[in-house]
């Protein structure tokens, strides 16, 4: 019963908004959330942030800890198996892979890409849903869509995702900011979308959404 008052109240957010907001694209959000068993009950900070200190005891070689000594540490420290399991997912070094606990039991992922001074960010909810924040806005917006039908959008992340203040209490909200060029990251500008992810004060997605892109 629980579990089916939470999906008919997410549905219910999801017919909501598209009645009143019919420039706006929603996927549902089993679409847009990631489940993973290895994250199920959360994710453990405490755990990583052990594993991250053994890690960068690891000579460097390069820019990065030696990969040999961070596979022995990975494979000799139960601790370290959610960092190792959620840097294969997202396709990374669990040396550039750092985590923080923010609002009621959600974690971000950051993603380093020490080549080019990027970072992706990644929500972790509670229930264990991994989103990845750096979304094209034309997903989540009809209008946007018809407004760059075929442009090459080039998406970074323009720091890290802010918990938003929620004045009734009944979600936790984030807004990540989106910087979007085209054709590559040091062509032509065309502006900053602001990415809002709700969820339930339990931690179960309720929907993505975009307003418009800014110039600034």
């Not at 089993?30 to 755990?47: T, V, W, Y």
């Amino acid at each position: 019963m629980k579990n089916y008052m939470s999906f008919l109240f997410k549905y219910k957010c999801y017919i909501f908004a598209l009645l009143v907001c019919p420039g706006f694209a929603f996927a549902m959000p089993s679409e847009q959330c990631k489940f993973h068993p290895f994250i199920k009950n959360g994710f453990n900070i405490q755990d990583y942030k052990r594993c991250a200190t053994r890690i960068h005891q690891c000579p460097v070689k390069g820019i990065l800890p030696d990969n040999a000594c961070v596979q022995k540490v990975i494979a000799e420290h139960p601790y370290c198996a959610q960092l190792a399991k959620i840097s294969h997912v997202i396709g990374s070094d669990p040396s550039v892979v750092s985590a923080k606990e923010v609002g009621s039991g959600f974690v971000i992922i950051d993603q380093a890409f020490l080549a080019d001074g990027q970072n992706t960010y990644y929500l972790i909810s509670p229930k264990g849903c991994l989103i990845k924040t750096n979304r094209d806005p034309r997903d989540f917006s009809t209008a946007l869509k018809k407004q760059y039908p075929d442009t090459d959008f080039i998406i970074v992340n323009w720091g890290e995702p802010k918990l938003l203040h929620q004045a009734d209490g009944d979600k936790q909200s984030f807004m990540t900011v989106l910087k979007i060029t085209k054709g590559c990251l040091a062509c032509e500008l065309i502006g900053y979308a602001k990415i809002h992810f709700d969820f339930t004060t339990q931690g179960d997605l309720i929907k993505i959404s975009v307003q418009k892109i800014e110039d600034e």
